[in-house]
């Protein structure tokens, strides 16, 4: 009589022991996928803003262009020129930062997933590469 309650008890621990580990089983499966999904995200975002502070390199490399030509012609100061190289310079370091970002934000994507893109192919990384610009660009 005293065995077969305790084993009755012992079942019934077993399972809900069982219960628990499965629920949190699927706890670190939720986990991990919102961790993908927001690296995912994170990694879209850095390259949108390295995409916009490339061009904003590239808006401040003409805007030195430009006040140069003005400058050989006297119609602006040396101030105009010195502020112009300025902010291009600090454009170029915002893009590098930004691309930097963009590299640290991929990396983190990859340990998430357990696919380095360093590890692929050639044409798996291009394929990859491909396949997520496009989906930057379709704002997915």
């Known amino acids: ?66 006040v140069q030509d003005l400058y050989n012609q006297g119609l602006v100061s040396i101030v105009n020129l010195i502020d112009a190289q300025n902010a291009y310079l600090g454009a170029e370091i915002n893009a590098s930062n930004s691309l930097f970002q963009f590299i640290v934000d991929l990396f983190t994507m990859e340990r998430y997933t357990g696919q380095y893109l360093s590890l692929a192919t050639e044409e798996q990384r291009t394929a990859f590469l491909q396949r997520f610009i496009q989906s930057t660009m379709n704002g997915q």
């Open 1 to 66: 009589l005293f065995n077969g309650g305790s084993r009755r008890y012992q079942k019934q621990k077993t399972q809900i022991e069982l219960y628990q580990l499965q629920d949190e089983r699927k706890d670190l499966g939720n986990k991990l996928e919102f961790q993908i999904r927001a690296s995912l995200e994170k990694v879209h975002t850095s390259y949108r803003n390295y995409l916009l502070n490339r061009h904003a390199a590239e808006s401040a490399q003409k805007n030195v262009d430009i």
